[in-house]
């Protein structure tokens, strides 16, 4: 791995449209949210920057940077990433977990599962693991996903506050995906569930748009996240706006449904951090399902473990304010940047359908693979 990369490169990053962060080292680390939050409110720290993990009792991955750098618009990938000495990267695929005939298999016994009561919604994941030779830059793979991004939407995160296995590994993705964002008093989310693999043709693109828009297991699916943000901010907000119809949104390898909600914190909840909202709010279904706890418990008995896959990745400062993302379409790179895992998943109900439900998440890693050139 290069040691001459750019003395800017970051230990975290949070790209934006509206806005971006990013930060270097460590003054101090947390890996749980009420002490991160205590510091933000007393003044202790400026900033707290990281990832909250899948599974909500785990170790999150919390730090106090040194050094913060706060832009008004997307990220740029530094040239030496793109163009330079360290834009280079060979990267080839290991092995699939699992392979798409168990995630058929799986996602068949999901609908099973589903349709005897046991819960409405499952969000099932695949894992690809990719090898690196020589090892990469994790900001290297940040970089092109930034890159190529619809939106310049990003993020990379250092998972080592979390200690044991995470030590030296960052969480590196480009998610679409808004958990949760405060400004002030107002609160704002932007929920995806229900997905298409987008076409290549215009033509055949805009109709698959409108099959998402009118599929009832899709819109079904979304109704299921939506009222979940709607029961978690109703008792800490005066106001909340959750418009009736889902909107359309596309990166460049999915279409989604998605809602803009907006509220306004009542007054004895208006000291709560962006932190301390996006631990309120996770995990939703887009990415767990529902009900929480036996769509949780059944993940953990069909998958490997997630880390801080499906979780979430953001910031938040003394004031409050902070933006978190759903860390999706996202990979784990090793501490040796020799490896690196990538997962994608999508959202099971009854009338889930195995093929489809491959073809989803094919179409989603296509956004880690195709950055990698794989």
């Not at 800017?8 to 749980?32: C, I, K, M, N």
């Not at 060979?90 to 999901?110: F, M, N, T």
């Not at 099971?348 to 073809?359: K, N």
């Amino acid at each position: 791995m290069s040691t001459s990369r750019p003395s800017t490169a970051p230990d975290f990053l949070l790209s934006r449209g509206h806005g971006s962060v990013r930060t270097q080292g460590a003054a101090r680390t947390f890996t749980e949210v009420p002490a991160a939050a205590a510091a933000l409110r007393s003044g202790e720290a400026e900033m707290v920057v990281g990832a909250l993990p899948f599974l909500p009792d785990a170790p999150a991955a919390l730090t106090v940077p040194e050094s913060i750098i706060r832009e008004p618009g997307v990220l740029h990938p530094h040239p030496y990433y793109l163009e330079g000495k360290g834009s280079e990267l060979y990267a080839s695929l290991v092995r699939g977990d699992p392979e798409a005939d168990e995630h058929r298999a799986r996602v068949a016994a999901a609908v099973e599962e589903i349709r005897a009561g046991a819960m409405d919604k499952v969000v099932l994941a695949r894992a690809v693991d990719i090898a690196f030779d020589p090892p990469v830059d994790p900001r290297l793979v940040a970089a092109r996903l930034i890159d190529t991004s619809a939106r310049h939407d990003g993020f990379i995160c250092d998972l080592s506050p979390a200690g044991g296995h995470f030590a030296g590994r960052m969480l590196v993705g480009s998610s679409p995906e808004v958990l949760v964002r405060k400004s002030g008093t107002t609160v704002s989310a932007y929920p995806l569930a229900g997905s298409a693999a987008r076409a290549a043709d215009p033509g055949q693109d805009a109709e698959v748009a409108r099959g998402l828009a009118a599929s009832g297991k899709d819109r079904a699916e979304h109704a299921f996240v939506v009222e979940h943000l709607r029961a978690a901010l109703e008792p800490v907000c005066s106001r909340l706006q959750i418009p009736d119809e889902p909107e359309l949104t596309a990166t460049n390898e999915v279409w989604h449904l998605a809602t803009p909600i907006t509220g306004e914190l009542d007054a004895g909840h208006a000291h709560l951090t962006a932190l301390e909202l996006a631990a309120l709010v996770h995990p939703t279904p887009a990415i767990c399902g529902t009900p929480t706890a036996p769509a949780r418990d059944y993940i953990a008995r069909v998958e490997s473990p997630r880390g801080f896959y499906a979780g979430t990745v953001g910031w938040a400062d003394a004031g409050g304010d902070g933006e978190y993302m759903v860390a999706i379409r996202c990979a784990e790179v090793a501490a040796d940047g020799a490896s690196a895992r990538a997962w994608a998943g999508g959202g099971i109900v009854a009338d889930s359908d195995p093929d489809a439900e491959l073809a989803e998440t094919t179409a989603k890693l296509g956004t880690i693979l195709g950055a990698l050139g794989l």
